[in-house]
């Protein structure tokens, strides 16, 4: 099979602000921004005799081009930045049944990432010095894995597994860095299923994040006035991540389940000030070991016993305790950009009579 893909956006967003009090002001922001991503992918497959072979290759290409300006009575401001960005993968996996207890696969895969980006920003004519404003970023990377699965009885089945990752991340341009790393990642996960509508997973696995590479580069929002400057001396974030989950299966479409994780980061990525000539910028930054326990309820229910043909209702509750080193202060502190409080209710009903089927969420 293959695939092909070619894409285009264009979004333009602007912003005015009246104040009244205490002295009349106004101002106004107005950002356009415009991608293009292309794909293109193939898959090959054979079965064997006692598994099956896999080979894989994708290619990814974008171009991202942002303008923001913003106006008030102190003056006026520009941000622009352009990116551009490839990914090449190849993987070939290899599955083998050596009976029906026993289950092998094996893999490797190879990738080649980049990405290279512009900023540029004045206020008042005058250009503001960016850190990290023109960066290329590399990363090669090769990883190998095998894995094999287990069927101890008929309702117990146990996954075990080792991947190790090994990868060269380059940067050039305006800073010069190199960095080569290698992470092992060995998995367990064991399920149970006690009857035809329970079920017992527990999963021990140490996880390795993937950088984004934008946080490599300065970006910016006017509108809020904050400036992230891009960081040349980031590290994926690893993870000992336990996992137990408990599923139970009623009413057809119904099901309950309760999750509990809870994983030792190292490497945290958070933020963190970096200084330049033109002042202190807020960056995206490894802050050491980190901390995150989470408690996650999820609810389907269907109504038809309860009066309500057809209904549906889904809920999803998250709890979750993070813990971190503040770089500035040294205090302990809750993670960024994760929620201690995070809750979805959707409500759908089928009327099939109707050829309707509605909802809210």
Do not use: C
């Not at 095998?146 to 996954?159: D, K, M």
């Not at 006690?194 to 950088?211: A, M, T």
């Not at 580069?217 to 400036?227: E, F, H």
């Not at 209904?311 to 960024?336: C, I, Q, Y």
């Amino acid at each position: 099979s293959a695939n092909a893909l070619v894409s285009t956006e264009t979004w333009d967003w602007s912003l005015d602000d009246l104040r009244t009090h205490p002295t009349p002001d106004r101002s106004r922001v107005e950002e356009n921004e415009e991608e293009v991503e292309a794909e293109l992918g193939a898959t090959w497959e054979r079965p064997l005799s006692s598994g099956r072979l896999q080979v894989v290759g994708l290619q990814r290409w974008g171009d991202e081009t942002l303008t923001s300006s913003s106006r008030d009575a102190d003056g006026q401001e520009r941000f622009d930045s352009e990116e551009t960005t490839g990914e090449s993968i190849g993987r070939i996996s290899l599955t083998r049944i050596l009976s029906p207890r026993l289950t092998l696969e094996g893999g490797l895969e190879g990738a080649f990432n980049w990405r290279e980006g512009k900023a540029f920003s004045e206020e008042d004519g005058v250009e503001i010095e960016l850190p990290s404003s023109d960066v290329r970023v590399e990363e090669r990377r090769a990883e190998a894995a095998l894995s094999a699965t287990w069927r101890p009885a008929a309702r117990w089945s146990v996954e075990a597994g080792l991947r190790v990752e090994t990868s060269e991340l380059s940067q050039s341009g305006e800073t010069e860095a190199s960095r080569s790393l290698t992470y092992a990642k060995p998995r367990l996960n064991t399920v149970w299923t006690p009857d035809d509508n329970s079920e017992w997973r527990l999963r021990i696995e140490r996880e390795v994040g993937q950088l984004d590479f934008g946080d490599f580069i300065t970006s910016a929002s006017l509108d809020t006035g904050q400036v992230s400057a891009g960081n040349a001396d980031l590290r994926p974030a690893a993870a000992w991540v336990v996992e137990a989950v408990y599923e139970r299966r009623f009413w057809g479409e119904g099901a309950l389940t309760l999750t509990l994780i809870n994983e030792a980061i190292e490497d945290a990525i958070d933020r963190v000030p970096v200084v330049s000539p033109s002042g202190v910028f807020d960056a995206p930054g490894n802050i050491g070991d980190a901390e995150r326990r989470v408690a996650q309820v999820r609810l389907a229910l269907p109504l038809g016993r309860l009066g309500v043909e057809g209904g549906l209702l889904k809920t999803f509750v998250e709890f979750a305790h993070t813990e971190a080193n503040d770089p500035t202060t040294g205090e302990r502190r809750r993670m960024s950009d994760y929620n201690p409080f995070e809750s979805e209710v959707e409500f759908t009903q089928d009327l099939p009579a109707r050829r309707i089927k509605w909802g809210v969420s």
